[in-house]
């Protein structure tokens, strides 16, 4: 029976695993979608949901708080300007995986780790008017 046994090792020791963490968290409310193996996204979400309830929050102790595991003063004041209030009436769930297939180079399965209201938006092609070049009889 696995009892308290729980979140992944990712290959790493104690010290490089939080350090991953951190940094994808950090890298993640920089761009608010990052693409990361599944098993990192899964590992990741936790911490990205206890930021932004924070966020939520906005006092002197919960900035702190956030500076505190956050890599990058940018990254806290995006968190806590932009992104907390964008969910101040949402109890939950603020981030969104989807699985985007496997990796060419050792067929690791990847997935992009995204806030909600951020959806993807594929650039329209511009289409080419036929009718501007010279006509042919």
Not at 124 to 132: A, C, I, R, V
Request: aromatic share 6%; proline share 4%.
């Amino acid at each position: 029976m696995r009892h308290l046994v729980k979140g992944r090792k990712l290959g790493r020791t104690t010290a490089h695993r939080r350090a991953l963490l951190r940094n994808l968290v950090t890298s993640f409310f920089e761009k608010e979608r990052i693409q990361t193996t599944l098993a990192k996204a899964k590992e990741a979400r936790p911490f990205a949901e206890k930021m932004i309830t924070l966020a939520k929050k906005n006092t002197l102790p919960t900035r702190r708080r956030a500076l505190a595991f956050l890599t990058k003063e940018s990254a806290v004041t995006r968190l806590f300007n932009d992104i907390g209030p964008r969910f101040s009436e949402r109890p939950g769930g603020y981030t969104r995986i989807v699985k985007t297939g496997l990796r060419l180079g050792d067929g690791a399965q990847m997935a992009l780790l995204e806030l909600i209201g951020s959806e993807y938006k594929k650039k329209e092609k511009k289409k080419k008017d036929k009718d501007k070049g010279p006509k042919k009889a």
